[in-house]
């Protein structure tokens, strides 16, 4: 890849990083609000933000401030969302806000993603560890605004 090449691959890994972070405002979590979007050939196949399922209160924590178990992950609303369409994720980017956790990293593997691009780390990085390990491009990069 040529010099030029790399660069506009870093301006677009940065603008689609501040999309995801945008569209993590969607999110109705009050102590982490998380936004993911999957691109393919250029174009966005699929998003998602961290929240509760479909029909469920839009509320993520309860009165003690922790996170109900049901919670979905904005990877994981990303890569079921692209489950009932007609697009694939196969050889896709994930630019996500934060670092994957193990669950959603499982996910991504088997979507077919190749390339995880994220922009805050996580307290863990086993998530990190195994897309590694399953030979998944992993690029850590902060959001400038």
């Known amino acids: 890849m040529t010099e030029a090449e790399n660069k506009k691959k870093t301006e677009l890994d940065k603008r689609y990083l501040r999309m995801a972070t945008i569209w993590s405002e969607n999110s109705y979590c009050k102590r ?3 936004g993911a979007l999957i691109v393919k050939d250029k174009m966005i196949i699929s998003d998602g933000y ?3 399922p479909s029909g469920f ?8 401030n922790v996170t109900h178990p049901y919670v979905l ?3 994981a ?3 079921t969302k692209i489950a009932r369409s ?3 994720s196969e050889g896709a980017t994930l630019y996500v806000t934060d670092a994957p956790c193990i ?3 499982k996910l991504i593997i088997q979507a077919g993603i190749k390339r995880v691009v994220y922009a805050r780390q996580y307290r863990l990085d086993d998530g990190l560890q195994l897309l590694k390990k399953a030979g998944i491009e992993v690029v850590f990069m902060t959001i400038e605004h």
């Open 32 to 34: 982490r609000q998380v």
């Open 50 to 52: 961290n929240g509760t």
């Open 57 to 64: 209160e839009n509320v993520c924590e309860d009165e003690n």
């Open 73 to 75: 992950h904005a990877e």
């Open 77 to 79: 609303n990303a890569i």
């Open 86 to 88: 007609n697009n694939n």
């Open 103 to 105: 669950e959603c990293s």
